[in-house]
């Protein structure tokens, strides 16, 4: 599993324990909700201001976001 994958994993745990669906996530980050999918699935190389706005969506850090 690559970088990209772990990622993009962990985003979907944390979007699922928050109890948010990818739309609501993406309504409350500012991104596309298919942008999202495309993370979760591990084809998107995210940026630094994306993972921010993930966090801060999630209500999160980003500790927990890249504790893989």
């Given at each position: 599993?690559d970088?990209?994958?772990?990622?993009?994993?962990k985003?979907?745990?944390?979007r699922?324990?928050k109890?948010?669906s990818?739309?609501?996530l993406?309504?409350?980050?500012?991104?596309?909700?298919?942008?999202?999918?495309?993370?979760?699935?591990?084809k998107?190389?995210?940026?630094?201001?994306?993972m921010?706005?993930?966090?801060?969506?999630?209500?999160?850090?980003?500790?927990?976001?890249v504790?893989?």
């Amino acid at each position: 599993m690559d970088i990209k994958e772990k990622f993009g994993l962990k985003l979907k745990t944390l979007r699922k324990e928050k109890g948010l669906s990818q739309e609501k996530l993406a309504e409350r980050s500012g991104l596309n909700r298919s942008y999202i999918s495309g993370i979760e699935q591990g084809k998107r190389n995210v940026s630094l201001e994306v993972m921010e706005k993930l966090v801060e969506a999630l209500g999160a850090g980003i500790g927990e976001l890249v504790d893989f």
